[in-house]
């Protein structure tokens, strides 16, 4: 008797708790998108270089030549950084190999830097990176942008109606485009693995590389007042 006592204040506990939920009102509600783009000028590089050599000593020749070489066309030095070094003991040249990454900024001389690394013990040069110092800011403005586009877009569609927008019930970004990892066309040429100088001289400059663009989308959704 007492169990059955038990589970009969059990299931009338649960049910009282059952009887007092309220049920939940469903609002009216618009659901619209929004889209923000915004082109960047870039203003930052960022390059990855190999470099080779027979013996550990024309390796060390090798590397001071490069920093002079990127000293000169503007590079700082705590902008290069040491990634890895290799040793190939099969090979009967080129046995041993340093791979760095270099910055270079708007105010570095492009051009230079790809004539003056045309060399036979440079063994790779890629762009790893096009970027914008202040890309973070400016990604932010364009996503605050199509928040605002999808808020007047629920405000204008909703005034038709004779209606207003009120809070809003739901924020979700859908889209996050950037371009700034594409390599610019007339970069494609430098990631040969030995630089070929081309019959016309080609113009490195960041004036010559095409903007970084950035698109954003924003849904929201908005109860109706």
Same mark, same amino acid.
């Given at each position: 008797?007492?169990?059955?006592?038990?589970?009969?204040?059990?299931?009338?506990?649960v049910?009282?708790?059952?009887?007092?939920q309220?049920?939940?009102?469903?609002?009216?509600?618009?659901?619209?998108?929004?889209?923000?783009?915004?082109?960047?000028?870039?203003?930052?590089?960022?390059?990855s270089?190999?470099? /080779? &050599?027979?013996?550990? $000593?024309? #390796?060390?020749?090798?590397?001071? @030549?490069?920093?002079?070489?990127l000293?000169n066309? =503007?590079?700082k030095n705590?902008?290069?950084?040491?990634?890895?070094?290799?040793?190939?003991?099969?090979?009967?040249?080129?046995?041993?190999?340093?791979?760095?990454?270099?910055k270079?900024?708007?105010?570095s001389?492009?051009?230079?830097?790809?004539?003056?690394?045309?060399?036979?013990?440079?063994?790779?040069?890629?762009?790893?990176?096009?970027?914008?110092?202040?890309?973070?800011?400016?990604? /932010? &403005?364009?996503?605050? $942008?199509? #928040?605002?586009?999808?808020?007047? @877009?629920?405000d204008?569609?909703?005034?038709?109606? =004779?209606?207003?927008?009120?809070?809003?019930?739901?924020?979700?970004?859908?889209e996050?485009?950037?371009?700034?990892?594409?390599?610019p066309?007339?970069?494609?040429?430098?990631?040969?693995?030995?630089?070929?100088?081309?019959?016309?001289?080609?113009?490195?400059?960041?004036?010559?590389?095409?903007?970084i663009?950035?698109?954003?989308?924003?849904?929201?959704?908005?109860?109706?007042?």
């Amino acid at each position: 008797m007492k169990l059955k006592h038990f589970l009969l204040i059990g299931i009338l506990t649960v049910g009282s708790f059952v009887n007092a939920q309220t049920p939940e009102v469903k609002k009216n509600a618009i659901e619209v998108t929004g889209v923000a783009e915004m082109e960047v000028e870039p203003d930052e590089i960022i390059f990855s270089i190999g470099i /080779k &050599a027979d013996n550990k $000593n024309d #390796l060390a020749d090798n590397e001071k @030549k490069l920093f002079d070489i990127l000293k000169n066309a =503007g590079v700082k030095n705590e902008d290069i950084k040491f990634k890895s070094m290799y040793q190939n003991i099969y090979s009967k040249t080129a046995k041993f190999s340093k791979n760095y990454q270099f910055k270079a900024g708007a105010k570095s001389n492009l051009s230079k830097i790809f004539e003056d690394l045309n060399q036979k013990w440079v063994s790779s040069l890629n762009i790893s990176e096009v970027k914008n110092t202040k890309i973070a800011d400016f990604r /932010k &403005a364009v996503k605050i $942008n199509a #928040l605002k586009a999808a808020k007047e @877009k629920a405000d204008y569609l909703l005034e038709s109606m =004779g209606k207003k927008t009120g809070n809003a019930i739901e924020i979700v970004e859908i889209e996050d485009y950037t371009s700034d990892m594409i390599m610019p066309a007339a970069y494609k040429r430098a990631s040969n693995i030995q630089l070929e100088m081309a019959d016309a001289p080609v113009d490195y400059s960041f004036d010559n590389i095409e903007n970084i663009k950035l698109k954003y989308s924003i849904k929201t959704k908005y109860e109706i007042l």
